[in-house]
Structures are given as structure tokens and as C-alpha cells.
């Protein structure tokens, strides 16, 4: 699944951009889909929380983001820092108390406000204390209208003019006589197409799930609200703590229980088989079977090692090694967006430090590049003699745990 946005530049007179207006699309077409604009907001702002850092949204610089009123109500605006965003207060709303209250909350905060698609009302006066910019449509403001709107904000010299729709290269000119300072428009640029691989909420529940069973001890206090927010999971955890391999003889009634008896390493065994369940399921098994052989295959060399630090990561990072040919995507990309320990970022994007040299032991191992898996053991004092050992229990652990994903967990 994807997440699609686009940007259109905002230039300063001297044609460079100054910030990003951040336009929500559903898809591939490079057009405003015909939904409810709370709806477009919202699945805006998950999508820069999730699927794009903001700052990458709006190439570092400010984005200008669309807001109605309930969305500005209910305080989204919020969720992201003042100091990358722009609010734009969409034009579809009246000047009236509750967004009074809504704009002065917002500029007490540090927000910069913007007034979208402007048209010159007298309540408005009320607002120019708080207000940073006014973007006004060109092409259908009448020059009349724009001479009124600079007198009125005569006396508020913070606030800036933004010329919408600016379209040739004589109005841009007769733009700039006018007193505006910023201008965004055809002329300079269309919106550009932005697209992201997206992982699911639950996706990134799990991933965050499975790197906190890195750690050598699992606290159940922080995992248990990360299960509860998703229904889904607790249902099959509790499905799983319950099933008849335990053959336990009273029944797991609640997460926390759940998560205790299980312990560590069932735990990780479950989320890994949760997480190759909803990663890939249009991809071939034999994808799923080389990250889970390359996980235990990884968690054990470390072990041989002596490195228990390393053991949890370890099985992660084996786990994550093929991430990018099952998702379609970089692996510098992915890592940006999954909350892994650095190392594991370190090891899978740059190839560097502990858990990178397990990793190439288990690939020249897979590719039959003896000499290489042999040097690769001597510097972490392993024993190459029991890498075959080792390669036999990783593809017969990961038999038994294909065969309990194929029983739909």
C-alpha cells in the first residue's frame, strides 16, 4: 500500500522557494480526490507522521498544510512542530468565535497562520493580530478587492501577501508593484507527485513490539499499552498464548498475563510470525523463509560469540535483511521509517559495526563463500566448524514456524 501526497513551492521575489504548500492525493493522478476535507486532512497528517518525515514532505522548509475547522478544533495542528508548518485555514470557513479561538490558541503557540484563498470581510480585522499571511486567488480577486485588502492590513506590518494561481510572467511583475512578497503558481511550478511505501499501523506496532523484545529483559509494563491500542493483535495473541501447542490448563484471559507467560523468546517467535504474516502477503513464502532463517541463523552466531547484548538485535536484523526486496523499496528508506535501535539501522544500511559482520557471515554462508564466512567467524572468535550446525537448526526453526503461519495465527 501507498501513501500519496504532492507539493506545490512558494518563491520569494527573487525566485526561491520559501516553503511547500502540502496537498493530499489518494493515488497516482496528480488531482484533489472528491472526499471530505476533515478526511484529507487527517489522513494528511497520518501520513507525515507515519509514511513521510515533514521535513522531507516540504524538502525542509515550511509546509503549508490545509486545515477546516473541526479539524483545527479538535487541535491536530498539534501533533506537528510550529517551527515546519504553516496552518492554513481552509476558505470554506466563516470568520467566527470558535476559529478566533482556534487562531489565538495556535499563535500563542508559535503557529504561523495563513488565511487560504482570502476575500476581504470586516470581521476578519479581528483576526490580524494572529495572522501571518494572507494567500489570495489572482485569478479571481478583483484588483480593487487586493488595493483594499493591502490598506486594511496597513497598520499589521507582520502580515505577508502570498499570490495564488500566479500564471504568467506579466502578472507576476504587476504582482510585485502590488506589494507581494511570495507567489506560488503554475508559472513557477505544478504540484510535484510525492509517493511512500506505506506500513500499516499495525505493521509499526509490531516492528516496535519486536525491538523491544531485543532487549535482554522485556518490560511487560511498556508492551502491554502497545498491544491494547490494536485490537487485532491482542486477539491473536491471546488466540496464540491459548492454542493447543501450550497445552496449558487454564485459559490467558488478559495481555499482561499473556505476555508473562509466554516470556521472551515465545513472544519474539509470535511477533515475527505476525509481522512475515502482514509484510508480505502478496510475496513469495520463500522470502519469508530466508528472513526467518536469516534471523535465527543470526540470533544463534551471536550467541556462539558471547555477545548476549547482541542477541535480540541479532535476530532482527536477520529478520529485516530482505526487508527491501519484500517491500519494494530502499533499505535506507524503510530504516527511516521503522523504530529500530540505530545499530540495526547501522548494520542494514551502511553495513557497518557487530551486527553487520553476522549478517555477512550468514550471507557468504548462504552464497557458499567459505573463505569469507570462515574469516568473518575467526574475528568474532566462532567456531566456523559449527556453522552448518547452526544453518540446519535455523532452516528447521523456521519449518515449524511457517507451518504454524500457515495455520493463520
Not at 502540502?22 to 496528480?30: A, T, V, W
Not at 473541526?70 to 470557513?93: A, C, D, K, W
Amino acid at each position: 500500500m501507498n501513501f500519496y501526497a504532492a507539493r506545490q513551492p512558494i518563491f520569494d521575489s527573487d525566485n526561491k522557494p520559501i516553503g511547500y504548500e502540502i496537498l493530499f492525493r489518494n493515488g497516482p493522478n496528480n488531482e484533489f480526490p472528491g472526499i471530505n476535507a476533515d478526511k484529507a486532512t487527517s489522513q494528511l497528517l497520518e501520513g507525515s507522521q507515519f509514511y513521510f518525515e515533514l521535513e522531507e514532505l516540504s524538502n525542509h522548509k515550511p509546509a503549508f498544510i490545509n486545515f477546516t475547522l473541526n479539524t483545527l478544533v479538535l487541535g491536530y495542528p498539534f501533533m506537528l512542530s510550529p517551527q515546519h508548518m504553516v496552518i492554513e485555514v481552509v476558505e470554506s470557513i466563516e470568520p467566527g468565535k470558535r476559529l478566533l479561538e482556534c487562531t489565538k490558541a495556535l499563535h500563542k503557540k508559535g503557529y504561523r497562520v495563513a488565511l487560504d484563498h482570502y476575500r476581504h470581510q470586516a470581521a476578519w480585522r479581528h483576526f490580524y493580530p494572529y495572522i501571518k499571511y494572507l494567500k489570495i486567488d489572482v485569478t479571481s480577486t478583483p484588483w480593487p478587492e487586493i488595493q483594499l485588502i493591502k490598506k486594511e492590513i496597513q497598520q499589521h506590518k507582520h502580515i505577508q501577501l502570498i499570490a495564488e494561481k500566479v500564471e504568467t510572467h506579466q502578472q507576476l511583475e504587476q504582482l510585485k508593484e502590488l506589494g507581494f512578497q511570495f507567489f506560488q503558481g503554475f508559472y513557477f511550478a505544478k504540484p510535484e507527485m510525492l509517493e511512500s511505501k506505506m506500513f500499516s499501523a499495525s505493521e509499526l506496532s509490531i516492528t516496535k513490539l519486536l525491538s523491544e523484545t531485543a532487549n535482554e529483559y522485556v518490560d511487560v509494563k511498556r508492551l502491554t499499552p502497545i498491544f491494547e491500542r490494536d485490537v487485532n493483535l491482542s486477539y491473536k495473541l491471546l488466540r496464540y498464548t491459548n492454542s493447543a501447542i501450550f497445552k496449558r490448563r487454564t485459559k490467558i484471559s488478559n495481555i499482561k498475563q499473556a505476555l508473562v507467560t509466554l516470556g521472551n523468546q515465545e513472544l519474539k517467535k509470535f511477533l515475527s510470525l505476525m509481522f512475515a504474516a502482514q509484510i508480505s502477503p502478496d510475496k513469495p513464502a520463500e522470502l519469508i523463509k530466508m528472513s526467518l532463517t536469516r534471523a535465527r541463523f543470526c540470533e544463534q552466531l551471536a550467541l556462539n560469540a558471547n555477545s548476549k547484548k547482541y542477541v535480540g538485535p541479532a535476530f532482527l536484523t536477520g529478520m529485516m535483511s530482505l526487508i527491501d526486496a519484500i517491500r519494494d523499496d530502499s533499505m535506507e528508506n524503510i530504516m527511516g521509517h521503522l523504530p529500530l535501535v540505530d545499530s540495526i539501522k547501522q548494520a542494514l544500511v551502511v553495513r557497518e559495526g557487530p551486527l553487520a559482520h553476522l549478517l555477512l557471515i550468514v550471507q557468504s554462508y548462504e552464497q557458499a563463500d567459505w573463505l569469507t564466512a570462515q574469516k568473518q567467524c575467526r574475528a568474532l572468535n566462532i567456531n566456523p566448524e559449527i556453522l552448518p550446525l547452526i544453518y540446519n537448526d535455523a532452516l528447521s526453526w523456521c519449518d515449524e514456524q511457517m507451518q504454524v503461519l500457515a495455520c493463520e495465527i
